[in-house]
């Protein structure tokens, strides 16, 4: 399928599948993923580095049908509710964000919150890459409850769901809302590089911005 979401002007020159990546939100309700495909691309999570390789990632996989998305629907945003659930399969993602109570784990292996979170981000964008290099579609989402899915799920206090991954392949745009095909079409912008890449110091321009 053709389109002009991707890529924007300015991101022609990268390596795919960066070039290509975009997140769209009409998933084929039909379209289920086979169990090897969803192994690879947690295969892509597992690869991502991390700090003492202490993989710090952990991932529920909600496939459409099953007791997980079950457990996830009832907490979707308004605005996620119509799009998420169409998706093949939603990666619930979570990372330990405090040490564990009971200081069974190596105390040295939790190293701290934001490494982990950090951590879990490389994980994700590695499994979202390898989606679109299969020829899926992945979007990632953060507006959901995600303590009370986390409740409803059995995750332990000291671990949390940051985000999920829908992942499945392109639908057809009449079986949605209005909402989410507008959502389909919007704009896709990136601030210039300028405001976020400084040389000398904080806040001054890099040698690479005219
Ligand atoms: C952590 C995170 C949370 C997000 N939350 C939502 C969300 O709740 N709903 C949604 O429609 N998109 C969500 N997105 C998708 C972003 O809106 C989207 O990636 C961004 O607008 C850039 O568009 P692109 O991915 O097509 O380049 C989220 C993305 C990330 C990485």
Redesign the pocket.
Known sequence: MTDSHAPMPGAESLAEPMRSR??P?IFDAEHTLSTAEIRTLLTAAQWAPSSGNMQPWRFVVAERGSAAHDALRPHL?R??SGWVPRASVVFLAATQVEPEPDETDDPRAFKGADVNIYALGQAAAHLTLEAQAMGLWA?????FDKSATGDALGVPASWRIV?GIAVGVRGNPAEVSERDQE?EHRE?RRKPVEEIAYGDRWGSPWRGVD
């Not at 979007?139 to 507006?143: A, L």
């Open positions: 975009w997140s939100s945003s605005g996620n979007h990632q989402f953060g507006g985000a959502r896709r």
